[in-house]
């Protein structure tokens, strides 16, 4: 054997199995001779110490592109283990989202004040995430309900009616706890990580039914008294309705009247500020009419009871020449 191939380890210091041991034909090489007994699987064969290199090897080597020296961790480990730990990334698995609890209900979200409504939940469940695809065995229980006067323990239910007002909006608080996790996620090599799970737990939500003040519009044929039942009633007008003032997403600003009419009422809360209100024709040619405000008035809120109220500006606009077709536009801002 050549110079070269006797300055080669061969052999690591560890001791082997006896070249008969399953079976295998090992085969050992004299360091000094070069002569051969078998062969060893890179499986038996162990590195004694660390060696560097300047070219890449897989994750071994500069990884800069330079052919800087670097040196290889290597002692203990067999050329078996060498060469895959160098073309193999082992991806350990994470916890990618923890369990969590959301709540949905089929009630309004926004009512006018003064409504009686009876706050119904659904509690919804997600049992979180590993990186690798396992799926959770999460249990969950102890689930909590309160709207703020009852407490449900379930994972839906109704509570009983209560009165909702503009100062009093009703809030409906869950909460859900679950214990460890069953499931093992694994890495990308199919070992399983004991230590790695979702842990027992607990998670909240909520939300929020609120109330807004209305904003009354419609048309008549003769003039009416300013009170509150001839406001509320305007919405069973002909062309009348009844409009969530306090809606960010509400861009009420027109009012299209198809109908003959003579008169038209826009009563809003007195916390607005009316910034423009004007009567067109369909050709945008003005339309000669009269503009009155009347003193603000208290209207009664959903209850129907002037024990509740709130105060209302009212405008009135006449149509000098009756019965035209024509389209309204207001605005305002709070």
Known sequence: MSEKMNKI????????????????????????????????????????????????????????????STECDVVGKSVAEFIKSAFTKIIAPTITSEPSVSVSTISNRWVESGTTIAPNFSISTNPGAYSDGTVPQISFYG????????VIQSQSGTFTEQIITKDNPITVFVQAYW????ARPKDN??????????????????????????????????EI?????????????????????????????????????KHFYIAVPAISNIVGLRAIRND???????????????????????????????????????????????????
């Open 225 to 261: 008294t300013i009170d509150s039942t001839n406001i509320r009633d305007l919405k069973s007008a002909i062309q009348g309705a009844h409009t969530n003032y306090d809606d960010p997403t509400n861009s009420f600003t027109s009012f299209k009247i198809n109908n003959p009419w």
């Open 143 to 150: 689930y909590y309900a309160t709207d703020g006067k009852d």
């Open 9 to 68: 380890q061969f052999l690591s210091t560890i001791e082997v199995a006896d070249k008969n041991d399953n079976n295998k034909n090992i085969f050992v090489v004299d360091q000094e001779t070069g002569n051969t007994s078998g062969r060893f699987a890179a499986e038996d064969v162990f590195f004694t110490e660390n060696f560097s290199i300047t070219e890449k090897f897989g994750s071994y080597g500069p990884q800069d592109g330079s052919n800087n």
């Open 189 to 222: 090599e199919g070992t399983v990580y004991d230590d790695v799970y979702i842990k027992a737990g607990d998670d909240e939500a909520s939300y929020t039914i609120d109330t807004y003040l209305g904003c009354f519009y419609g048309i008549t044929e003769s």
């Open 179 to 182: 214990g460890d996790d069953t």
């Open 284 to 334: 945008n040619s003005m339309l000669v009419a009269n503009i009155d405000e009347y003193d603000e008035i208290d209207v009664a809120d959903a209850r129907g009871n002037l024990e509740y109220t709130n105060k209302y500006r009212v405008f009135h606009i006449s149509n000098t020449i009756a019965y035209e077709a024509v389209t309204l536009k207001f605005t305002w801002k709070k």
